[in-house]
């Protein structure tokens, strides 16, 4: 096993050897509920967090500061110096019958399609889209659904000028007027949710309704979001859920990843602390142009959310002058995945009341 990496060391030498970054270095400190421990980069190798690069932040949210630039870029090169040849044109954990490729401004984006009818676009979260396939199912007996993989995750391209969720929203509204969607509905979880709120704040008219599912993208005044960059995998899939044993097909999320599969994974994060890190899974500009998007809007959340808290919920209820908030009870951050009939249920009440 690969000994642990000082993170401090490399802070003050920037790599023994200058290379270009691969991602770009936070301007200032970010936010955190919690003080890092140790990150695993998978195969025997660490990072130790034990550096004195961090500050407690309290009741007065003071910054805690990491030098988060050298964690993801090692992570990067770690991941790719590490994925055989064979094993780096495997695109994505999701197969589905009907994957295509959709060349976006000259990029390839990796598609999901399936079901019958007007358009619907989903936009999964930052761990992809987990045991919930969109495009079988209720939704895909309603509707077509279109579930692209986000720059820079799974199959698809990112771009070089991409580095925000702002960057997504515009991208994925090239998607949709590259698939000439007409009239189509917008659901998003997660980072998903985010992407999905920013698009329809730029851009609401070819949107029939919105659904929102414990979306990041707004700040909560009163709690916070958690960390989930600086945890173990293990805590991670602990806060994305309240209760597993009532989770069909929980045995996924804790089977034992193939390599190249393990490789996809940290490159997700990567990409999702590329978006996310600086400010830390919010718009602080957001809730100032939402109460632009007029369109019907459903807000669907898991009351025990330990991730984002429903507090996020209730706050894009009141910013969207439009929206009805569902709740979910004794459910966490993926109520599709969770509580599937539960949502599916009020989802498909809401579409259905859509003229």
């Known amino acids: 096993a690969a000994s642990p990496v000082s993170v401090a060391h490399l802070a003050r030498s ?42 407690n932040r309290g009741a007065e949210r003071q910054p805690q500061i990491i030098d988060w630039w050298s964690y993801t870029t090692i992570g990067y090169r770690f991941a790719a110096a590490n994925t055989p040849k064979d094993e780096e044109q495997i695109m994505t954990l999701l197969k589905t019958d009907n994957q295509m490729t959709v060349k976006v401004s000259g990029h390839e984006v990796e598609m999901h399609k399936g079901g019958s009818g007007p358009p619907l676009l989903f936009l999964h979260g930052g761990e992809g889209f987990g045991t919930y396939d969109p495009t079988t199912g209720p939704l895909a007996e309603r509707f077509t659904v279109y579930a692209p993989s986000h720059p820079g ?78 945890v173990s995998d293990e805590t991670r899939l602990k806060l994305g859920f309240h209760d597993p044993s009532q989770v069909p097909d929980y045995e996924y999320f804790t089977a034992e990843r193939t390599p190249a599969e393990a490789n996809i994974i940290h490159s997700n994060k990567v990409m999702l602390s590329r978006l996310c890190w600086k400010p830390y899974l919010h718009n602080p500009s957001l809730p100032h142009y939402l109460g632009g998007v007029k369109i019907p809007t459903l807000v669907v959340w898991g009351k025990q959310d330990a991730i984002v808290p429903v507090e996020c919920g209730e706050m894009y209820a009141k910013f969207l002058p439009n929206a009805t908030l569902k709740s979910i009870d004794n459910c966490g951050h993926r109520p599709q995945m969770e509580k599937p009939k539960v949502f599916n249920d009020a989802v498909t009440a809401f579409l259905d009341g859509l003229k």
Request: charged letters at 20%; hydrophobic letters at 40%; a negative charge.
């Open 153 to 230: 995750f799974f199959g698809t391209q990112r771009p070089e000028w991409l580095y925000t969720v702002t960057d997504v929203a515009h991208f994925t509204h090239d998607l949709v007027a590259t698939l000439g969607l007409d009239g189509y509905v917008l659901v998003g979880h997660s980072l998903g949710g985010w992407i999905a709120a920013e698009m329809a704040a730029m851009d609401q008219h070819n949107i029939k309704g919105l659904v929102l599912v414990d979306a990041a993208g707004v700040r909560p005044e009163k709690g916070e979001i958690t960390e989930v960059f600086m």
């Open 14 to 55: 920037r790599l023994a050897t200058p290379v270009p970054p691969l991602l770009p270095r936070p301007r200032t400190p970010r936010e955190g509920p919690h003080p890092p421990q140790a990150v695993d980069l998978g195969r025997g190798s660490q990072l130790d967090i034990h550096i004195g690069l961090y500050q």
